[in-house]
């Protein structure tokens, strides 16, 4: 393990500087080191074919978990999923003028400061993304879309928590700060740009959501690398986002869900379909003949 930093300027914003403690996971997260002029560096993979999910384990050494980790995400959720205590989960995102919208092409991500409490810890927020339609599904069926926060622990070490809510589209009810924000996609539609989101207020949203009970349990991050040993806190009930919204939305991320993966504990699905001889990872070789 070891110290990264990660210098960010964006011409249209005041610098920004991000400290991250550890990399484990961290490229993901912060994957715009090579900032310049308001653009960020998109990310390799994709959701596409040879790109896509099925071979992520294959486009990089450091994506080997998500071929044949064993506690890998999103799961199916249900009724026998452990929820967090109720009234254990508190987030709480300050009003601030200088979130930064940022297009990785893979997705959409909001770049901003909050804590979490969460599981007797303390977790630093790193930016907030959104996925078309959601990862996690709840009796086999996905929602429209699914917003993931993602923290590091305040105390430095390598762990990361994602606090996420399910997204229902409807007619009469809407969230917002979630709406106030997605307003600015028109102005990074071409992937790798930014723009500032001016006044973000995110108190009516963390009032409904330290009220929420939460399914908990530890999975990885849903894109390359994979990383596991991340705390998941998911909405047993979702929020709801205006159709035209979602539209934007949709618009601009097209589909970008992983799918869904093995229990936690359970051999990876990848691992246990695909031909050994395809595997680049020679920890999980079982023996024989390999003709590449
Ligand atoms: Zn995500």
């Not at 980790?69 to 989960?89: D, E, K, M, V």
């Not at 599981?119 to 069926?141: C, G, V, Y």
């Not at 399910?166 to 723009?195: A, K, R």
Request: aromatic fraction near 10%.
């Amino acid at each position: 393990m070891f110290s990264t930093l990660f210098a960010i300027g964006f011409a249209l914003v005041a610098p920004r500087t991000v400290v991250a403690s550890c990399a484990h996971g961290v490229e993901w997260i912060h994957p715009f080191s090579a900032t310049v002029n308001g653009t960020v560096a998109i990310p390799a993979f994709s959701y596409g074919t040879t790109t896509g999910p099925l071979n992520w384990h294959n486009l990089n050494t450091n994506n080997t978990l998500c071929g044949n980790g064993t506690n890998q995400s999103p799961i199916l959720l249900n009724t026998t999923t452990s929820r967090a205590p109720y009234g254990s989960i508190t987030l709480n995102v300050p009003i601030t003028d200088s979130a930064v919208l940022v297009n990785l092409g893979t997705n959409v991500e909001v770049i901003l400061n909050g804590t979490l409490k969460a599981a007797n810890s303390t977790w630093k927020l790193l930016q907030f993304h959104f996925h078309t339609p959601s990862e996690h599904r709840i009796d086999l069926a996905h929602h429209e879309a699914e917003i993931h926060f993602v923290f590091t622990a305040s105390d430095g070490s390598a762990k990361l928590a994602v606090l996420a809510f399910f997204v229902q589209v409807e007619d009469e009810h809407t969230t917002p700060v979630i709406e106030d924000i997605l307003s600015y996609l028109p102005d990074v539609q071409i992937p790798g740009t930014t723009t500032q989101v001016h006044a973000v207020d995110m108190s009516a949203f963390q009032e409904h959501a330290n009220k929420l009970s939460y399914y908990a349990y530890t999975g990885s991050l849903t894109t390359p690398p994979c990383s596991e040993s991340v705390s998941w806190f998911i909405a047993t009930s979702p929020i709801p986002l205006y159709i035209k919204v979602y539209k934007a939305l949709k618009d601009t991320t097209k589909t970008n869900n992983r799918y869904t993966q093995d229990n936690p504990g359970q051999t990876s699905n990848i691992e246990s379909t695909i031909p050994e001889k395809n595997w680049v990872v020679p920890t999980r070789h079982k023996g024989g003949s390999s003709s590449h």
